[in-house]
């Protein structure tokens, strides 16, 4: 069964984004559900990813309780007996976590620790990514000498965009911009080496951050196959885009059809689609070390 979307009796819908929805479920909880929809290049498209939304769901539950000791969380429980009895069903537990309500920071926070994807393109044109110059002669996919801080703004409608730490601290003032640099790479840091512990290179990867009682928080999800860049360790090598376990799969496939990366999105043929949802179920298992069977 493959959900695109959902509509929860007697929880009032606050938000359907590109891929979750968000139910409110008192005044200090929501419900995040994260359906099958798949989002490539900020367009979504119509054929969902046949168990991709439970991937999601719980494999950030599994991150959240991994990297508890590094600061608060919106997390509360993914434990069905915790969740709003509209949710508790097989196929809405497994892809639902009850969350605390937070007041988001509108920035993305991203992490850099190898040289890919649009900041591999930048560094062609510019010998920088996001401000943070680089050595010369790096190759694509190649490790950076250390972690970078790319943020990017948050956009509702239509791309992010990336900008500087500059314009971060413009954007959010300094202090803050300070805190979600050093929260972000001290998450970044501690998901690499749990990733490295399983044969798995976290390229890069994004955090979303908010307020819950003044207390800056970790949001939204954390360390998934749609926020991050997980590549095999085995054949990883420099100078290529490495074998992935994410959605690059999908980007490679409509890069080379000419698509423009503008709506309607391009239709999926099946083995783009099962391949997609292999790789997430692999990278849950390789990083839970769980069988996805047995948990499903």
Same mark, same amino acid.
Not at 253 to 272: H, I, Q, R, Y
């Given at each position: 069964?493959?959900?695109?979307?959902?509509?929860?009796?007697?929880?009032?819908?606050?938000?359907?984004?590109? !891929?979750?929805?968000?139910?409110?479920?008192?005044?200090?909880?929501?419900?995040?559900?994260?359906? =099958?929809?798949? +989002?490539?290049?900020? !367009?979504?498209? =119509?054929?969902?990813?046949?168990?991709?939304?439970?991937?999601?769901?719980?494999?950030?539950?599994?991150?959240?309780?991994?990297?508890?000791?590094?600061?608060?969380?919106? #997390?509360?429980?993914?434990?069905?007996? *915790?969740?709003? &009895?509209?949710?508790?069903?097989?196929?809405?537990?497994?892809? $639902?976590?009850?969350?605390?309500?937070?007041?988001?920071?509108?920035?993305?926070?991203?992490?850099?620790?190898?040289?890919?994807?649009?900041?591999?393109? &930048?560094?062609?044109? $510019?010998?920088?990514?996001?401000?943070?110059?680089?050595?010369?002669?790096?190759?694509?996919?190649?490790?950076?000498?250390?972690?970078?801080?790319?943020?990017?703004?948050?956009?509702?409608?239509?791309?992010?965009?990336?900008?500087?730490?500059?314009?971060?601290?413009?954007? !959010?003032?300094?202090?803050?911009?300070?805190?979600? &640099?050093?929260?972000?790479?001290?998450?970044?840091?501690? %998901?690499?080496?749990?990733?490295?512990? !399983?044969?798995?290179?976290?390229?890069?990867?994004?955090?979303?951050? %908010?307020?819950?009682?003044?207390?800056?928080?970790?949001?939204?999800?954390?360390?998934?196959? *749609?926020? +991050?860049?997980?590549? =095999?360790?085995?054949?990883?090598?420099?100078?290529?885009?490495?074998?992935?376990?994410?959605?690059?799969?999908?980007? =490679? #496939?409509?890069?080379?059809?000419?698509?423009?990366?503008?709506?309607?999105?391009?239709?999926?043929?099946?083995?783009?689609?099962?391949?997609?949802?292999?790789?997430?179920?692999?990278?849950? &298992?390789?990083?839970?070390?769980? $069988?996805?069977?047995? $948990?499903?």
């Amino acid at each position: 069964m493959t959900v695109m979307t959902t509509d929860l009796d007697g929880l009032p819908l606050v938000h359907r984004g590109k !891929v979750r929805e968000t139910y409110e479920v008192d005044d200090r909880h929501l419900l995040l559900v994260a359906t =099958d929809r798949l +989002s490539a290049f900020d !367009v979504v498209f =119509d054929q969902p990813i046949p168990d991709k939304g439970a991937v999601l769901a719980r494999l950030s539950a599994w991150w959240f309780e991994q990297l508890a000791a590094l600061g608060a969380s919106h #997390f509360v429980s993914a434990d069905p007996a *915790d969740l709003p &009895e509209p949710a508790r069903s097989a196929e809405m537990a497994s892809r $639902s976590m009850l969350v605390r309500r937070a007041d988001r920071v509108d920035a993305e926070c991203v992490v850099r620790g190898y040289l890919a994807g649009s900041g591999w393109a &930048e560094y062609g044109r $510019s010998g920088a990514v996001c401000g943070h110059p680089l050595p010369s002669g790096l190759r694509e996919a190649e490790r950076l000498p250390e972690p970078i801080f790319t943020p990017s703004t948050k956009a509702e409608v239509g791309h992010d965009e990336n900008i500087t730490r500059d314009q971060l601290a413009d954007m !959010v003032g300094t202090d803050l911009a300070r805190q979600l &640099e050093e929260r972000s790479i001290t998450l970044y840091l501690e %998901g690499a080496r749990r990733a490295e512990a !399983v044969g798995l290179i976290l390229a890069d990867t994004k955090f979303e951050f %908010g307020w819950i009682d003044g207390e800056l928080a970790v949001i939204d999800e954390v360390l998934t196959p *749609d926020s +991050s860049r997980f590549w =095999d360790a085995e054949h990883y090598a420099p100078g290529s885009s490495p074998q992935s376990f994410d959605k690059q799969f999908v980007r =490679d #496939f409509v890069a080379a059809s000419g698509w423009n990366k503008e709506p309607p999105a391009p239709t999926l043929p099946d083995e783009v689609i099962t391949g997609t949802r292999d790789r997430y179920v692999a990278a849950y &298992e390789r990083l839970t070390g769980r $069988s996805w069977e047995a $948990s499903a």
